[in-house]
């Protein structure tokens, strides 16, 4: 059965960094795109960025470009978003999700979010 | 980059109704089209994806049509457990954005 469990719940100052993790199991996890989706309270889904495992391809939102790191540690089968400097703005949801098929783009399997609120 | 928008942005039905959402996509992206349901405080769940092929264990009440530039999401008959916003997602070329949601619930 195909799983990702994401780290938990973080409460974080402004400025301060953060890394929270998706591990993936059940399946290949270098041969899947993995991704992350930014949920901030009330609103709707946006796409921030997305990665192969296998090879390290990633491609990201340019909204998002710069702002975060997406990464992935194929021997723990676990992927990664990092932020150097969060913003009160970063307040969010944040889903790992894995591609349907090793090709496509589009996301068969989420983690359960990871909730982020940055707080002064 | 590729923008998504969708219509209407909320609605209000009875069960049993049809319900149509309209995506439309600012350049063609073939068939490279996802619908998620998220149903209040739930994780998102992928229902259809090239546009029109049900994603296994989604209800066949719930179909997807289009190419290029517009799709639709139809639920044929709708039920109360299909209260949830629904998105649509470019996945033709990065940035694979999704559309902005359409609210769906039950008058």
């Known amino acids: 059965e195909v799983q990702l469990v994401q780290s938990g719940a973080e409460v974080k100052k402004p400025g301060e960094s953060l890394k929270i993790s998706c591990k993936g199991s059940g399946y290949i996890f270098s041969s899947y795109w993995i991704g992350w989706v930014r949920q901030m309270p009330g609103k709707g889904l946006e796409w921030m960025g997305i990665m192969y495992p296998g090879d390290s391809d990633s491609r990201y939102s340019p909204s998002f470009q710069g702002q975060v790191t997406i990464s992935a540690d194929k021997s723990i089968s676990t992927a990664y978003l990092q932020w150097s400097s969060l913003k009160a703005s970063d307040t969010a949801m944040y889903y790992c999700?894995?591609?349907?098929?090793?090709?496509?783009?589009?996301?068969?399997?989420w983690g359960q979010g990871t909730l982020v609120t940055v707080s002064s | 980059d590729i923008q998504m928008t969708q219509s209407p942005s909320s609605l209000s039905a009875s069960v049993g109704d049809r319900v149509t959402i309209t995506c439309r996509a600012s350049q063609d992206i073939s068939n490279y089209l996802a619908w998620y349901q998220q149903k209040p405080g739930k994780v998102p769940k992928l229902l259809i994806h090239a546009a029109s092929t049900l994603q296994s264990g989604v209800p066949s009440r719930f179909s997807g049509s289009g190419s290029g530039t517009d799709f639709t999401l139809t639920i044929s008959s709708l039920q109360p457990e299909d209260v949830a916003t629904y998105y649509c997602?470019?996945?033709?070329?990065?940035?694979?954005?999704f559309g902005p949601g359409t609210k769906v619930d039950i008058k």
């Open positions: 997602q470019n996945y033709n070329s990065a940035p694979f954005i």
């Open positions: 999700a894995r591609s349907l098929y090793s090709s496509g783009w589009y996301f068969g399997y």
